[in-house]
């Protein structure tokens, strides 16, 4: 398993306080998406859940599962840009 690695940190806002978060990796990612995401089961969430898994199983490129993490966190109204 790797980490996967993104060409650039995607920040996020979390909680309640709206705390960002900045994550540099699948593997973060993943975390978040299992454990704190507000739309949870969306399609964009599971595409992104999906993408994130395959990244650090090294299956696809770390940017293109980071790719599908903005979008999801885009429709989540949690990314920060």
Known sequence: MYDAWFSKPV???T???GDIRNLSNAQEAIELLVNHWRNEGSQKHR???RA???A???GIPADL???AFVEAAREAHVLVE
């Open 15 to 17: 909680g309640i306080s």
């Open 65 to 67: 599962a980071r790719n």
């Open 52 to 54: 994130c898994r395959q």
């Open 11 to 13: 920040s996020v806002s």
């Open 47 to 49: 595409t992104a859940l």
């Open 56 to 58: 650090v199983m090294g």
